[in-house]
Each structure stands twice: as structure tokens, then as C-alpha cells.
């Protein structure tokens, strides 16, 4: 299944617990971003409140379904610009609002 959303994918350059990782965001809305990963069975839980964690043996399947690849630069720039990016304390927020929603 191919979306045609602006959902962006950065490079897999972050490593924790073992694994590399990227980010993935919208930058539309949340909601955007919230109904790609849906539709890719990504669980809720991988949600850090305007950024998916996406482990990078996923990150291939994500582009495959129409994630855009920029640089983490451009990914945090567009971020920004659209009025998404949250601080880190508005993150740990909405995570752990999410961790509570009874969401995946």
C-alpha cells in the first residue's frame, strides 16, 4: 500500500539498546503522521509525541510505503516549520499521555 503524505525519514544514526534507529515525522500533522503508522502496524509506543522511533530493519518498509528521505537536519527544519517540533518536556508529556490512552 503507497501513501501520498509528506511523512519524512531521516537516516538510521542513532543507536540504543543494541540497534540503530531513525525519526519519522509529519510534516502536515500528527494526525498524518499517526494514520501512516497505523496503516504499517507501528505501534503506538514507538510514538515520542511528534516523532516515531523507527528501528532501521523497518526503515526500508517505510520508504516502500511512501516515507520521504532527508537528512536529520531537514527533517528537525521541517519539523519546526510546520509548527510541530515540541520541546523535550512537551514530548515527555504527550508520551506518557499516549502511554496511557490504551493505544498499541
Given at each position: 500500500?503507497?501513501?501520498?503524505?509528506?511523512?519524512?525519514?531521516?537516516?538510521?544514526r542513532?543507536?540504543?539498546?543494541?540497534?540503530?534507529?531513525?525519526?519519522?515525522?509529519?510534516?502536515?500533522?500528527?494526525?498524518?503522521?499517526?494514520?501512516?503508522?497505523?496503516?504499517?502496524?507501528?505501534?503506538?509506543?514507538?510514538?515520542?509525541?511528534?516523532?516515531?522511533?523507527?528501528?532501521?530493519?523497518?526503515?526500508?518498509?517505510?520508504?516502500?510505503a511512501?516515507?520521504?528521505?532527508?537528512?536529520?537536519?531537514?527533517?528537525?527544519r521541517r519539523?519546526?516549520?510546520?509548527?510541530?517540533?515540541?520541546?523535550?518536556?512537551?514530548?515527555?508529556?504527550?508520551?506518557?499521555?499516549?502511554d496511557?490512552?490504551?493505544?498499541?
Amino acid at each position: 500500500m503507497l501513501w501520498r503524505v509528506a511523512i519524512l525519514i531521516d537516516e538510521a544514526r542513532w543507536w540504543f539498546q543494541g540497534r540503530k534507529w531513525c525519526h519519522m515525522v509529519s510534516d502536515v500533522s500528527y494526525d498524518e503522521l499517526l494514520a501512516f503508522t497505523d496503516g504499517l502496524d507501528i505501534p503506538r509506543s514507538a510514538f515520542q509525541g511528534d516523532h516515531f522511533d523507527i528501528p532501521e530493519e523497518y526503515r526500508d518498509d517505510m520508504i516502500e510505503a511512501g516515507a520521504v528521505v532527508v537528512e536529520s537536519r531537514e527533517l528537525v527544519r521541517r519539523l519546526r516549520g510546520a509548527g510541530l517540533r515540541l520541546s523535550p518536556h512537551e514530548r515527555r508529556a504527550r508520551t506518557a499521555a499516549n502511554d496511557h490512552s490504551g493505544h498499541r
